[in-house]
């Protein structure tokens, strides 16, 4: 099941979870304007919804984000990638990026996981998959976004 709030299971800790949001942001945030992909620049619109197993399912609402996209964020969808894996003793590695499609692999000492988008010029969407490696085990996370352009930035 796909959440967008979910009550933490017991064994996950604060500074797990704020690790694994972060990375998930940072990807999710920078990939998004990847082009040489079909994306437009311009204000965008992302809702995001989380899965977590062992969650309880929220009656909330997705929250939803804006971002202005600018052309010079749009240029090649492998650097854009890469620029997103701030921490450097991570590995990332592009397994496919065309104009419609851009997924990879990561692989970190705290975590591993995969990304995958579908571009369509004003949306988009992606699905993050996500394991931290924590002293108590491994703890898997989705995360969904679904983006709209909802017009020229302010």
């Known amino acids: 099941m796909i959440v967008s709030h979910i009550a933490l299971p017991k064994h996950l800790t604060l500074p797990t979870l704020a690790l694994l949001f972060a990375a998930t942001f940072l990807a999710s945030a920078t990939t998004a304007t990847a082009a040489a992909v079909n994306v437009h ?8 919804t989380m899965d977590v197993p062992g969650g309880r399912p929220s009656e909330d609402k997705p929250p939803v984000t804006t971002r202005c996209i600018k052309p010079e964020d749009v240029k090649d969808a492998d650097v854009m990638v890469q620029a997103a894996q701030k921490d450097k003793r991570c590995t990332t590695t ?20 995969s990304a995958d988008y579908a ?4 949306s ?10 924590a002293a108590n085990g491994e703890h898997k996370t989705t995360q969904h976004t679904k983006a709209r352009r909802i017009g020229d930035c302010s």
């Open 41 to 48: 620049p311009g204000q965008w619109e992302m809702s995001t």
């Open 94 to 113: 592009v397994s496919s990026a065309t104009s419609e499609h851009v997924a990879w692999t990561y692989e970190c000492a705290t975590g591993s996981g």
């Open 119 to 122: 571009y369509a010029g004003d």
């Open 124 to 133: 988009y969407e992606s699905t993050l998959h996500f394991t931290a490696h």
